[in-house]
Nanobody, 119 residues
Framework: QVQLVESGGGLVQPGGSLRLSCAAS????????MGWYRQAPGKQRELVAS???????NYADSVKGRFTISRDNAENTVYLQMNSLKPEDTAVYYC?????????????WGQGTQVTVSS
């Protein structure tokens, strides 16, 4: 099992920045990729950004050029640096760890952290 603890959410004005952190513990050796998802009220959860063990990153089109995902392997922590925030970025952000199974993948989730972009 993998445990994920997020931090760093909050209220920020449009154009501002926030950095989210996700600390992983447990069976971290088996993690293939980690990522950030978000869910706004009345909408489905969507991928924001992900990073694999080899450092390959993937971003949603809506955040490209504004958000950066990174990882500190020594600290077992993944970060999401969010710049030029917009009101439409308001959502609960969830950290995700994906592990390969014999068939398919196993996803572990953090508890979520609220990000609100408003003036």
């Amino acid at each position: 099992q993998v445990q994920l603890v997020e931090s760093g959410g909050g209220l920020v004005q449009p154009g501002g920045s926030l950095r989210l952190s996700c600390a992983a513990s447990g069976s971290i050796f088996s993690i293939y990729a980690m990522g950030w998802y978000r869910q706004a009220p009345g909408k489905q959860r969507e991928l924001v950004a992900s990073i694999t063990n080899s450092g390959t990153t993937n971003y949603a089109d809506s955040v490209k050029g504004r958000f950066t995902i990174s990882r500190d392997n020594a600290e077992n922590t993944v970060y999401l640096q969010m710049n030029s925030l917009k009101p439409e970025d308001t959502a609960v952000y969830y950290c995700n760890a994906r592990r390969p199974q014999i068939v398919g993948w196993l996803d572990n989730w953090g508890q979520g952290t609220q990000v609100t972009v408003s003036s």
